[in-house]
């Protein structure tokens, strides 16, 4: 059975990695799986904890008590021009804008040229007014004076566009459209795209968008720095991954994040790219993992307002210490309720995007990195087969409780070894997959070995119940790899007993009496052979064969087939006893004992099989069994049984003999009781007779009579004694050979 378990075991294991490998790298299959996957990230972001952020990024939002003071949204531009010059006079080192102007914020300056063209048109000479028209015209150009504040700002302005992902969103732009809006988010290209071979090139696996937005010409043409600002959320809405680059046309184009990082370090930013995809964007030392695509996880820091949030209505009015923006990296963005985009992040659910791009930039300033392997398909692969794996050929060989806490070890063991390396190490691997394979594994594992050896314990009662005691049974069904069916040798001591002269007996009897004295007879013989954890191999009419030592383990089974036969010799005492009383005839029952090696298991045809033994030590019992009418003996073992049971019992030694088919001669003993029980003139009878059996050996037949003679005396009726006495006397008249070796030849078996 076990063999039968460990290959199915491995035919389940097999199949599970093979449903599990073809599942991961088949996302489709299982959709559910990946969301749990991503929730898993989230469970590793709320396990590890928040972070304290850098101190070179803050946020100037737009928030509440800046619409409260400033008037609703959208400002005119002058107002984020003056914001402009305060941050840079202030002493900011970066400005990045998470808004893009996309449209031009003109309508006071086409009044005033209304007016203007009016006032040429009436001919009106009034140099004065002209020149307090013009310049209310320049000062009214909120688009030139955001420019311009760009243009003069001691700090590096980084303006933000988005880019339309899907063709539906661009039904309103034509190609002269999409082409002025391409030219306006040049300055969000990268220049620098490196692959590392011709198949790199040729793969072109880039996210590609369909249209940009971008600023307007006036303000996009301020600034040599700008990048887009999408985010895209996972399946289940959350954002956790960054695009870094976007494809569009023929050029790919950088995240506003990477752009304000790139102004920040004064350093250019290069993309690398392998055959399988984008492998890193570098930015002078800092080199950012992605993944193929070119996406980056962003490491959260915590919640929201992780970073500083300074009110632009303070930075506007002068309140707000100059140091609190010195050298910093600020990003402008919108984050007053009912305005601004809400995210979804690990952390929270109302999460400015604003401060998304805060935790990639400060992630990517101090190097704390999240990075999943670039083909992290294959770890969760590698994961599969070493925990299933494992799992599957571990199963077979333990127990169940030891097998369920193994399982129970293994996958919580890989869950913190993911915990652990998200946390020090920044690594992603994926959770899902390995544990659902490894759990899957097991609960099949366990469901076939449950209904396998729900079988066994069913064929073992059926096979069992009825010739073992239940304590062996259950033994049995707790520890079947005990009993090995087919065949195999063991050590063991064979039991034989017969009735005797029971043909005379069932000559006498009706045959319902004879049926029910052999019934009462085998019952109460049987009993005692269970109750010392022997085996009822079956039952030859009035003779019992049994089997100590198999199916079960008994290390000490000549010493309890001895004690079974003695206890079974004194209960047929108490029963002949019985019998006496209810006019019932009288059953005396011979035994025979033999040791040593046989083999046992199932045996017979493929239609009918019984547990039994067969081998030498088997055919010596059966023999033993019926020397006892050449000695008058009731229960004869052999040396063997002898040798292994001597320190508990009392038996004499009776002869040596050449049993039918065998050539080399076998010493019987009688087993006369347990040590602490036989009187002292059956001691006394015992030395005689061993005396008397030396002398007999040594072919001095009279000095061996008197011995056996003596023995006679302490005991009268002593067969044994009587048989010895016998046999020298035909030795005294016709010697046997000189080459004699002291054995009797049995002419029967």
């Known amino acids: 059975m076990l063999k039968k378990l460990k290959s199915s075991s491995l035919i389940i294991t097999l199949l599970i990695l093979c449903a599990g490998i073809y599942a991961s790298s088949s996302k489709a299959v299982f959709p559910f799986l990946d969301i749990i996957e991503l929730k898993t990230i989230d469970l590793r972001f709320e396990a590890r904890g928040e972070k304290v952020p850098g101190s070179s990024v803050v946020l100037a939002v737009i928030d509440e008590k800046s619409l409260k003071a ?56 009034q140099p004065d007014f002209k020149n307090y028209l013009n310049r209310l015209i320049s000062e009214s150009d909120n688009d030139r004076l955001l420019a311009d504040a760009i243009s003069n700002s001691k700090a590096d302005i980084v303006l933000g566009n988005f880019f339309h992902m899907e063709a539906q969103e661009m039904i309103h732009m034509d190609e002269n459209m999409i082409a002025a809006q391409a030219a306006n988010i040049q300055s969000a290209a990268c220049q620098s795209v490196q692959y590392s071979s011709e198949k790199a090139f040729v793969n072109d696996l880039f996210m590609e968008v369909s249209a940009p937005e971008a600023n307007i010409s006036v303000i996009a043409g301020s600034t040599p720095y700008s990048g887009h600002f999408n985010m895209r ?19 790919l184009y950088a995240h506003l994040s990477l752009k304000a990082l790139a102004a920040y370090t004064n350093n250019p930013l290069d993309v690398f790219v392998e055959d399988v995809g984008v492998d890193r964007i570098q930015i002078g030392d800092l080199q950012v993992p992605t993944d193929e695509l070119g996406r980056i996880m962003v490491n959260y820091r915590g919640g929201s307002k992780r970073f500083p949030h300074i009110s632009v209505t303070d930075i506007l009015n002068d309140r707000v210490d100059p140091r609190e923006l010195k050298d910093k990296l600020v990003i402008v963005g919108v984050t007053a309720i009912g305005v601004y985009d809400l995210r979804v992040t690990p952390f929270d659910t109302n999460f400015p995007g604003v401060e998304i791009n805060a935790n990639l930039i400060d992630s990517i300033l101090s190097r704390d990195f999240l990075y999943q392997p670039a083909l992290v398909e294959i770890y969760g692969i590698i994961a599969m087969l070493i925990l299933g794996g494992f799992l599957g050929w571990l199963l077979p060989k333990i127990k169940v409780i030891p097998g369920a806490v193994s399982a129970l070890g293994l996958m919580v063991g890989y869950f913190f070894l993911c915990l652990y390396l998200f946390a020090a190490q920044g690594i992603v691997l994926n959770i899902v997959y390995p544990v659902i394979v490894t759990l899957f594994i097991y609960i099949s594992i366990s469901a076939y070995r449950y209904f396998v050896e729900e079988g066994q314990k069913r064929f073992i009662k059926s096979a069992f119940s009825t010739y073992l005691a239940p304590a062996v049974v259950n033994q049995l069904i707790e520890s079947p790899e005990r009993l090995v069916l087919g065949g195999e040798e063991r050590q063991i001591t064979a039991f034989f007993s017969d009735v005797a002269g029971f043909t005379s007996i069932s000559e006498k009897l009706s045959p319902h009496e004879l049926v029910e004295l052999l019934n009462e007879f085998l019952t109460e013989m049987s009993d005692i052979i269970l109750a010392h954890n022997g085996l009822v191999d079956k039952y030859e009419g009035d003779a019992i064969i049994a089997m100590f030592g198999a199916p079960n383990d008994l290390e000490n089974h000549a010493q309890v087939a001895c004690a079974a036969s003695i206890d079974m010799q004194e209960r047929l005492l108490v029963l002949r006893k019985k019998w006496e009383t209810e006019k019932k005839l009288i059953i005396r029952m011979r035994v025979g004992l033999s040791s040593g090696p046989a083999v046992v298991g199932n045996m017979g045809s493929k239609d009918r099989m019984d547990y039994t033994m ?68 059956m001691m006394q009878t015992i030395l005689f007779y061993e005396k008397g059996l030396s002398a007999y050996r040594h072919c001095r037949w009279s000095s061996a009579v008197d011995y056996f003679k003596q023995a006679l005396e302490m005991t009268p009726d002593d067969p044994p004694s009587r048989v010895m006495i016998g046999r020298c006397q035909e030795y005294q008249a016709n010697p046997p050979d000189a080459c004699w070796n002291g054995a009797y030849i049995m002419r029967t078996k």
């Open 70 to 125: 400033e008037g609703k949204w959208i400002w005119p531009r002058k107002k984020i021009a003056e914001l402009v010059t305060r941050l840079s006079d202030a002493g900011a080192r970066v400005i990045a804008f998470d808004i893009v102007f996309s449209e031009a914020d003109n309508k006071g300056v086409a009044v005033l040229q209304d007016v203007h063209q009016a006032v040429g048109r009436l001919n009106i000479d």
């Open 233 to 251: 959320p996972d399946k289940d809405g959350v954002i956790r991954w960054i695009p870094g680059v976007f494809k569009f046309r023929d050029q």
């Open 614 to 681: 067969m081998g030498d030590t088997v055919n010596t019992a059966a023999r033993l069994e019926g020397v006892n009418k050449v000695y008058g003996t009731y229960t004869m073992i052999s040396e063997t049984t002898y040798e292994g049971a001597e320190e508990s019992i009392v038996a004499r030694e009776l002869d040596a003999i050449n049993v039918m088919g065998k050539a080399i001669p076998v010493k019987i003993y009688e087993l006369i009781g347990y040590k602490d029980e036989v009187s002292e003139t």
